[in-house]
């Protein structure tokens, strides 16, 4: 091999040195020397690094853990299994794994994937084939060929006008500068970025099924809460209609407190429609086709727990997340590409070779009609280099782009992480704050009662009162599932849910 990389080089030296045509490149072998060196690479190009552009350490005072913490496993680490403990929401995820159609199709491309592998494989072997191939032909009476058949036909010699072949035959592309291997690894690097999509469907899968089932939840909550809420104030409304026959009320009162019980009733039915909706959604993602409700432990919603996350490093972001591992095969396929592309530039040795028999009449396998042939043919472009030169130069383009979509996918995923952070944490003071509120309103609804029944207060504080506590309890149900999904959307941020 290094033999015939030597005769390449020194064939394409040939070239150029005795090339005429250049008299002022003749002066002087430097000048020459600089020459070959350009037509060879005659592009520039950017071969752009990837750079790690984000800190070394999540540096905000209210992400920094305490030193006992450091002990505890990175919650990206921790299978999607071990994270959701509900057995109903494993079931759904289970069942979404096995049935969902994007992630069935994205399983297809990882076998197109594994196919264009095994084909750029085979591009390096050589390529043998059996061939049988007839003829027959006639020759004009009036030429010397014609003459010689007149002779054959009168010794009783069999004519050779038919012929017949048959043997193998072999051409092989010799790799000189690793084109064929080059283009055979980036198709390697292409799949293994594939089974990281893979990963990272998993990831995006699990974590919206996840969510979508504590917002069915919410909902649930959501709706238990306007019962009651229907229940208290239709209460005040027939009490309402009780004191007005006593004439210690008048119609607008009755009217104000109906009004307040339709506007509530109103919100169940929207309240439904929305469950039927994230119902049908979770049904899809997971490939259900039938009638069931989704199973959930709704009321142990409001009491879940939302325990601290061990986040690690930004660099274990590297490690974690498929996306940023996608992208980084992405670069290593691009580079090999780019060698690839580059190496049509250089001289090609191509070896055909082939043997068999050939004969005319019933002498095919006669031993003396055993033939061979051995070729080789050592190319370089002149004329079409502008084309090879327009695909290193995409090529090229390409591996920049790769790098530049991996810097993004990095500076992206440490920014989600810091954001999920702190969401979490500013939304579990908001859901503790909110907390407080909807205990006072419960003692004000108690209380406004009371008064109005003892004509200490109006009928607008009592309406006032018990729509905000309704406000305040739908409120603290959304403060949760969004402490909830924040949680959830964390994990995914730190890489976790495809394990």
Not at 37 to 44: D, G, I, R, S
Request: hydrophobic residues 40%.
């Amino acid at each position: 091999m290094k033999f015939i990389k030597i005769i390449s080089c020194l064939s394409v030296l040939a070239l150029f040195v005795f090339n005429t045509q250049e008299p002022v490149l003749a002066r002087s072998w430097f000048h020459r020397l600089n020459f070959i060196q350009k037509e060879l690479h005659p592009v520039k190009l950017q071969q752009k690094e990837v750079k790690f552009n984000v800190p070394t350490e999540y540096s905000f005072d209210q992400l920094k853990l305490d030193e006992s913490e450091n002990t505890a496993p990175i919650t990206a680490h921790i299978s999607w299994r071990e994270f959701f403990s509900d057995p109903y929401l494993t079931t759904l995820i289970e069942t979404a794994l096995a049935n969902n159609q994007e992630f069935n199709i994205f399983v297809q491309d990882i076998e197109i994937a594994r196919n264009e592998v095994k084909e750029k494989q085979g591009e390096y072997l050589p390529k043998v084939g059996l061939g049988f191939g007839a003829e027959n032909y006639g020759i004009s009476k009036n030429t010397r060929d014609g003459v010689l058949d007149k002779i054959i036909d009168r010794n009783d010699l069999s004519s050779p006008n038919s012929a017949f072949n048959l043997g193998p035959s072999m051409t092989w592309e010799v790799d000189i500068w690793k084109k064929l291997r080059n283009a055979k690894d980036a198709a390697r690097m292409r799949l293994m970025a594939q089974y990281e999509g893979r990963n990272y469907l998993i990831s995006r899968l699990v974590a919206e099924i996840a969510r979508s089932y504590y917002e069915l939840m919410a909902l649930d909550n959501s709706l238990k809460i306007l019962d009651e809420n229907i229940e208290i104030q239709n209460k005040a409304f027939l009490k309402m209609k009780v004191l007005k026959e006593y004439a210690k009320a008048n119609n607008l009162a009755v009217n104000r407190f109906e009004a307040q019980l339709l506007k509530t009733k109103s919100q169940r039915f929207e309240i439904n429609q929305k469950i039927v909706e994230k119902e049908n959604r979770l049904k899809f993602l997971s490939g259900i086709y039938d009638d069931k409700p989704i199973i959930r432990n709704s009321e142990k919603l409001m009491s879940m727990q939302v325990d601290d996350s061990q986040i690690g490093i930004p660099a274990q972001l590297l490690e974690n997340r498929p996306d940023l591992r996608q992208a980084e095969f992405a670069i290593k396929a691009a580079k090999l590409d780019l060698k690839s592309v580059q190496a049509n530039l250089y001289p090609g040795l191509s070896i055909n070779a082939g043997t068999g028999f050939s004969a005319f009449g019933s002498a095919l396998f006669n031993p003396k009609s055993f033939v061979y042939n051995l070729m080789g043919n050592l190319t370089a472009p002149l004329i079409n280099r502008k084309a090879i030169i327009s695909r290193i130069a995409i090529a090229d383009s390409y591996q920049t782009q790769t790098v530049l979509n991996y810097e993004q996918t990095l500076l992206q995923a440490y920014t989600e992480v810091l954001n999920q952070m702190l969401n979490i944490k500013n939304i579990q003071q908001s859901f503790d704050t909110k907390q407080k509120e909807v205990l006072l309103l419960d003692d004000s609804v108690d209380i406004a009662n009371s008064l109005f029944q003892y004509a200490k207060a109006d009928y607008v504080e009592v309406l006032l009162t018990q729509e905000e506590k309704l406000n305040a309890q739908k409120e603290l149900v959304e403060l949760k599932m969004n402490l909830i999904g924040s949680k959830v959307d964390l994990y995914r941020a730190l890489g976790g849910g495809w394990r």
